[in-house]
């Protein structure tokens, strides 16, 4: 016999909000509402979130707290690899809806549920990533999905909400709003178009400082190791940070990228921390590593963050990449100085004692201290062979 015990991905949000209600008022499920907290939560937004989940009528709420994990096993390996999918967008979401759901799924096998329920609707990735790691840590869970199933829109949701007593601002909720540590995405009516921008009341983090500010990061091994000479946590780093950042609306951007269910998808973030930790991350790099170093580690961190993307965390390979990336930082220690602006930033420079960029060989464009002049005339003459004969054998180079 089934119990009707349901485990309900929740946040606060609409979507989940209506879960919570269709779940126990039109289908008579205990609700049991879960919160992972990845790290884009306050104290007192976990404290109202929980209030709106009781609210709804759930029969017990439970915060999962995950965010040092979320950081060790994913996010470490995501600033190692410098990941922004499409060369824009780092993974804010889909990166933590792979821990979220690992934590979900784990948490009603002990509680004995019978079902699993998220908010996801039918036309984006969280289906998924939720459905794919649901079936794979608990297979013998069923699957419950009120926003796919009844291809509810916005509306419709708030107006059963506000039936059964819970009355919604329509303004405030016509944008989707998905915070956590590694940014904040945002969609809204305006991303469903090609041609739309977000308006600025759209984003969580207004612009709150006009005039520049520096600061430094200092990384110990590729991991983040000191804020502003202040040594911290990584994941306290990147929580400072974007408390620094965010006010100078730094991070912002529409990501446009293929979906895992072969549709073009559009999406607005925030993401000031991140932006910056990469960036700076990646230029401590370029100045520590080898040029095949750098040129490998560009592959695979695409590869990784391609499979993170598409649900694919569990696949083997996803640890010998791991291991790839984790090696490579052996030598990118050093402190970055960046440049705080509003909407922007810049890497102004870095120190490391691993800067391979040491003046005892040479100084770019200036002088050669390791080489003479016949040297380079002969190494010329050796790269350019294969060429020669190329174009001897096939007369065809102009």
């Not at 104290?43 to 950081?71: C, D, M, N, S, W």
């Not at 308006?199 to 520049?212: C, D, G, N, R, V």
């Amino acid at each position: 016999m089934k119990n009707n015990k349901v485990v309900l991905a929740f946040s606060g949000g609409l979507d989940t909000s209506y879960c919570a209600k269709y779940l126990s008022k039109t289908k008579g499920l205990a609700v049991y509402s879960a919160l992972v907290n990845t790290g884009g939560f306050t104290p007192e937004e976990l404290q109202l979130i929980e209030e709106r989940a009781y609210a709804l009528g759930v029969q017990q709420h439970q915060l999962l707290e995950k965010t040092e994990e979320f950081y060790e096993h994913i996010l470490k390996y995501l600033i190692f690899g410098n990941v922004l999918r499409n060369n824009t967008y780092p993974l804010s979401v889909s990166a933590e809806r792979i821990y979220q759901a690992i934590a979900l799924a784990k948490y009603a096998k002990e509680i004995g549920a019978n079902y699993l329920a998220h908010g996801s609707t039918g036309a984006g990735n969280d289906q998924v990533r939720f459905d794919l790691i649901f079936q794979l840590i608990a297979p013998d869970i069923e699957i419950i999905t009120p926003i796919r199933d009844q291809q509810l829109s916005r509306k419709q949701e708030i107006d059963f909400l506000a039936e059964n007593g819970l009355a919604l601002d329509w303004k405030k909720a016509q944008y989707s709003i998905n915070k956590g540590l590694w940014g904040t995405s945002v969609g809204g009516a305006e991303t469903l178009t090609s041609h739309g921008a977000l308006p600025e009341e759209a984003y969580p983090s207004p612009l709150q400082k006009t005039e520049a500010e520096k600061m430094t990061l200092e990384f110990k091994q590729g991991e983040l190791s000191a804020l502003n000479g202040k040594a911290m946590k990584p994941v306290e780093i990147i929580q400072h940070l974007e408390q620094m950042s965010n006010k100078f609306a730094i991070g912002r951007d529409i990501h446009v990228g293929d979906t895992i269910i072969g549709i073009k998808g559009r999406v607005g973030f925030e993401a000031a921390a991140p932006s910056i930790i990469i960036k700076a991350h990646h230029t401590l790099e370029k100045h520590t590593l080898s040029k095949w170093q750098l040129h490998w580690k560009e592959q695979l961190a695409n590869w990784y963050g391609m499979f993170i993307h598409e649900a694919q965390y569990f696949d083997p390979v996803m640890r010998d990449i791991e291991t790839f990336l984790q090696n490579s930082q052996k030598h990118v220690s050093g402190k970055v100085s960046i440049a705080l602006h509003p909407y922007r930033f810049n890497i102004l420079g870095i120190e490391s004692p691993h800067d391979l960029m040491t003046s005892d060989f040479g100084a770019y464009g200036e002088e050669n201290k390791n080489w003479s002049g016949e040297d380079v005339k002969g190494f010329t003459r050796i790269l350019a062979n294969s060429m020669h004969i190329f174009k001897h054998v096939n007369k065809d180079l102009s």
